[in-house]
């Protein structure tokens, strides 16, 4: 298929292509709801002109820069969730708001802290993934102090310091976990489960929900220890090598965290998928080819666009109405990818 003409956007917008021609060079006037029905047709076809309709029809309204923190850039995940941010502040007509995305590459909050001190009076707020440490927190003090709301995304951190959590329950996440693996499993058996770290406030939840389902409603299976894989690839993947060569009888494996590419591929090499009920989170090319593969049977996932969406609503309004005297949370009802899922079909 060809590159969209005028003619197809106009067709798309159910607009005249004299109309669509006066939206794209600004002769006379059109009218504001038909502009922003032009834009809504271009990025949904790809014109390759969206991004001139879009300056036009916000030439006059009020900028807005935003600042979004996520892990790892190389991550499909996070890169999704730049792309959802993005996609929705595009989608915002009263104003003109631009992302400035910064990424941190260690698990260190050291990292993380001077991170999100650089954007400083760069932008009006900041949304950030990350790990709960007190420099961290204090880093959000100093922005809450020079006017800089910062909203916790995924995994919350500077409780009662920052402005806002958005994510999942990550408490009923662990224990949703469990109780898969507690149904799927063909018997009872050991169990392992892998978190970040000890610094990652939604793994240390979820690891708390997936031990305390099985002590309240699966006491047949055995836990292991809880293993810390620094959400790499390559560790968890030895990690569970090690865990299949070790334990005949392990039934489970739930990765909480990042790194769950090791895993995917330890159990696809020890054709383990048969036996092992393997879940991890979030839903990204590999996760999908291990559900294909019936490797992975189950992917926890949150609803990234309504999350961007959410987020950077309540990132406008306190930037423009004041920071929230008490700060809140809003959880997400979490996704639930199965290999019968529709999108697998």
Known sequence: MGRPTIVDLAK???????????????????????????????????YHAANVIRHRMLADRPEMRLGLVLQKPRHRFYQNMLSAFEQQARAETQRRVQI?????????????????LSLRGRVEAIAATGLDHHLVTQAVRELRG??????????????????????????KVGRIAGWFIS????????????????????????????????????????LLDTQINLETRQLTYEATVNLLNRHADLVGLYVAGGGMEGAIQAVREARAGSHVVLIVNELTPESQIGLQEHVVSIVLGTPIRQLAEEVIGAMIAVAEKGMSETPGQRFFPGE???PESEFMR
């Open 146 to 171: 020079a006017g800089t709301p910062v909203f916790s995304l995924l995994s919350d951190f500077a409780q009662g310091v920052r402005d806002s959590y958005f994510g999942t329950n990550n408490l």
């Open 100 to 116: 400035v995305p910064r990424f941190v590459e260690t698990a260190q909050p050291e990292e993380l802290a001077e991170t999100l």
């Open 336 to 338: 639930v990818w199965t």
């Open 183 to 222: 149904k799927l499993a063909t018997e009872p058996g050991k169990v392992a489960l892998f978190i970040g770290g000890s610094r990652f406030h939604g793994h240390e939840l979820r690891e708390t929900g997936f031990r305390s389902y099985f002590r309240d409603a699966a006491a047949q299976f055995q």
């Open 12 to 46: 798309a917008a159910g607009v005249s292509t004299a109309t669509v021609d006066r939206v794209l060079n600004g002769r006379l006037r059109v009218r504001e709801e038909t502009v922003r029905r032009v834009h809504q047709a271009a990025e949904e076809i790809g």
